[in-house]
């Protein structure tokens, strides 16, 4: 397989195997080195529409009361404004991102130990099946490398932490990278392991297959400037060590949703991703205490950012 020269562009690379094309001099560069795409809150292209429960207690108090006396005149809102990826795990991986962002849940009442994905509301589709759509993914594409962030988890208890750790388990086998080997693309493809799951709870040090919790700048913003000045004075204090994410997420609360009654998420995000963008293709990857390393979005297969993030590990080439 032909790998891309120094004088290609990497931003034109397959999206589906760009790890796989990158050029030799980057395959010894520690992964948390190298600028990596990934999907803020993967799993929301499929929230289920018909389910009854309320919505979860993340939201704001307010929207609570509302969707409790008001849930036919509610739930519009807390979709449109819930949903961050319409692309299903299958095309968000195609589309390269390599980087996802998982949440869990056990729905309220649910007498089974399933588990599902959620914000705001909860997902039709089961966490073992996505699992298992990333690991028919990862065979068919032998030499590229997930990184899963379980980064919240909402109404587990230890049992339903250890079945969860069990799935992982069963699903990926030696697919899992334990977190004591070097993470290059060089190693992970001479051990066989394309998989690196991180794990936000204590229960993480009783299994080696578990990685540390994944840092997330969030800037907690519903405008890209002030995203971007939020995360540039985080810049001068310098980058966690290790793997970690610079979320370009705006958010939204409540005050925000009810003066704009006719958008939703989706119309806020693509109108701020031209300002996000050009604050990203001016980031440079790398161990420089103001690099970057994981870039994370809403809506990533419908914008540039994955392109875009790919193209920055061309800094690196320099100094390979």
């Known amino acids: 397989m032909e790998r891309a020269s120094i004088n ?25 080195h190298l600028a990596i795409p990934g999907s803020h809150n993967t799993v929301t292209y499929c929230l289920d529409r018909n389910n009854r ?38 095309e968000q991986l195609d589309a390269g991102v390599r980087y996802c962002d998982l949440r869990i849940a056990h729905r309220p009442n649910d007498n089974s130990s399933d588990l599902y994905f959620y914000h705001g509301v909860y997902t ?26 379980f980064s919240h988890f909402l109404g587990l208890n230890q049992e339903l932490h250890s079945l969860l750790i069990e799935t992982i388990r069963k699903v990926f086998i030696t697919k899992l ?7 290059t693309l060089r190693n992970l493809w001479h051990l066989g392991y394309q998989v690196i799951v991180s794990y936000e709870h204590n229960i993480l040090n009783c299994y080696d297959e578990l990685w540390p919790h994944i840092p997330y700048w969030w800037a907690n913003k519903c405008k890209a400037e002030a995203l971007i000045e939020e995360f540039e004075c985080r810049k001068q204090l310098g980058r966690p060590g290790g793997f970690f994410v610079a979320g ?36 440079c990857p790398g161990p420089s205490t103001r690099s ?26 320099k100094w390979t």
């Not at 699992?131 to 899963?148: C, G, M, Q, S």
């Open 177 to 183: 990278c334990p977190k004591r080997e070097t993470i």
């Open 8 to 32: 290609e562009s990497l931003r034109d690379l397959p999206t589906d195997n760009w790890m796989s094309h990158l050029p030799r001099a980057l395959w010894d560069v520690p992964l948390c």
């Open 248 to 283: 370009i997420n705006l958010t939204e609360d409540l005050k925000y949703i009810c003066s704009h009654p006719t958008e939703s998420l989706k119309d806020l995000v693509m109108s701020t991703y031209p300002a996000l963008l050009e604050w990203v293709e001016a980031q």
């Open 124 to 149: 039709t589709v089961t966490v073992e099946t996505v699992l298992k759509e990333i690991r028919e993914w990862l065979d068919a594409h032998p030499r590229e490398v997930v990184i899963l962030s």
């Open 292 to 317: 970057i390393n994981i870039v994370a979005g809403d809506f990533v297969t419908e914008s540039q950012l994955v392109p875009t993030v790919i193209a920055l590990n061309e800094h690196l080439l």
């Open 53 to 90: 429960s309320p919505v979860d207690l993340t939201q704001p108090d307010m929207l609570q009361k509302l969707d409790k006396y008001m849930k036919p005149l509610i739930r519009p809102f807390v979709y449109k404004w819930a949903i961050t990826q319409e692309s299903s795990m299958k």
